[in-house]
C-alpha cells in the first residue's frame, strides 16, 4: 500500500521560502504520478505541479510559477516542492497525490484523478 507523508510546512513571513517534502513508501515514484495540490479555507483545491512517472514536470498554477518549483531525490521516493517568494495568497494546506502511471508523461492538477494523498501540512504566510 502506497503511503505519502508530507512534511516542512510552517509559519513564514511573506518574501520567505519554505521546501515541502513528501515521502513516499510501498513504492517508489517509477510506478507512480505525483502532484501537488493545495486548499486555502473556503476556496477550491488547486493543482499546483505534477511529477510524471518518467521524470518529468508539469506547472500548472500561473500564481506560483517563477515562484514554485518540483524536484525528486535520486532514490525516487521524495518529491519536494520549493516555495519561493511567499505570498500571503499562499497560506493553505499543502498536499502531495499520487496516480498509478504506466504513461511516462501523465500528469494531471485534477485531484480526483489520483487515489492516494498524504495528510497535508499547513503552511501559514503572514507578516
Known amino acids: 500500500q502506497l503511503q505519502l507523508v508530507e512534511s516542512g510546512g510552517g509559519l513564514v513571513q511573506p518574501g520567505n521560502s519554505l521546501r515541502l517534502s513528501c515521502a513516499v513508501s510501498?513504492?517508489?515514484?517509477?510506478?507512480?504520478?505525483i502532484a501537488w495540490f493545495r486548499q486555502a479555507p473556503g476556496k477550491e483545491r488547486e493543482g499546483l505541479a505534477c511529477f510524471t512517472s518518467g521524470g518529468g514536470t508539469r506547472s500548472y498554477l500561473d500564481s506560483v510559477k517563477g515562484r514554485f518549483s518540483i524536484s525528486r531525490d535520486n532514490a525516487r521516493t521524495t518529491v519536494y516542492l520549493q516555495m519561493t517568494n511567499l505570498k500571503l495568497e499562499d497560506t493553505a494546506v499543502y498536499y502531495c497525490a499520487a496516480r498509478p502511471s504506466d504513461r511516462s508523461t501523465w500528469c494531471s492538477n485534477t485531484g480526483t484523478f489520483f487515489g492516494y494523498w498524504g495528510q497535508g501540512t499547513q503552511v501559514t504566510v503572514s507578516s
Open positions: 510501498g513504492s517508489t515514484l517509477d510506478f507512480y504520478a
